[in-house]
């Protein structure tokens, strides 16, 4: 396949002329002055004309003496008769496809500004190393354990219908009175047809190429699923039964009556006992009046009896170390 050529369009600087054509006036045909090529220029898009019968054999080159474009094929110039030894190509006309936008300029560093952002930054890690230093910095503390608290507490659980909502394909088997609605799920790519532009370059001998580069468009889609709404039978948390005591009373787990129980806790409306939480917590106070509370673990303060007088480990920043506590006598 054969290239197609366009003409490119350039001002007679002599007598004003214009869109006069790269390839067929090779001299102003107002006032005969030579095509200069830096005056050259594309057309206005969809005001090409075709330069019919063109062929191609390389760029223009300017005479030395006077500047003529001559066709790569002449071994002289056409305007003042001078060799083509010692000359160069037409410099070529930038395309006028949209150029990316220039990289921007980095804005002039503010040195003062500088100066201030290294201030601070010194300042923060001299803030973090303190901190840093007050937690783990640690001195001991006497303090008297002034009281002792436990807490115990359970979940009822009640065998109930309850309503669900899934994507029809992930359905629990044992969901009744489902019904199903159209729902978007998801959203997929498709094609929307192609978004071509023309690239027009010069070649340097009044004429130009044009080259279509296309892309791809595409478009979002919902997809849309069945959901399914249901109901369904699950064991759920009813109530949470709660034991509190001190150090008078032994820690005790609450007894919930259960509802129901007679159905052998397989029926609606059935219960029985689920999650466990406990808690075992002391207060400590220290001569000057400062006080800290610490959750152990059941051992420990089983171990530990109200009024004793303990070895507190107190950080820098003021706070408990409660694991210090596991090692007193
Ligand atoms: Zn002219
Ligand atoms: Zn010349």
Redesign the pocket.
Known sequence: MTEQYFEMLWD?A??G?HDLLGTTHRH?P??G?AQDPTRRRFPQPGQEIEAKGHRFVGADWACGYCESPNSAAAAFCGNCGAPKDGTKEVKLVQPDVPVSPAAPTPTPTNRAGFRWIKLLFALMLMGGALLAYLFFSQHEQRVQLVEKTWSRQIDVERYASVSGSDWCDALPAEAYQVTRTREQRSTRQVEAGQDCVDVRSDVGDGSFTKRRECSTRYRSEPVYDNKCSYRINRWQVARTERLDGGAALAPAWPRPVLGNSLLGGSGLGAERLGTRRENYRIKLLSAQGKNWTCDLNPDIWTRLSQGQSLALKVRGTGGADCASLITQP
Do not use: G
Request: aromatic share 0%; charged share 0%; net charge neutral.
């Open positions: 007679c002599q007598c002329a102003c107002t006032c002055a």
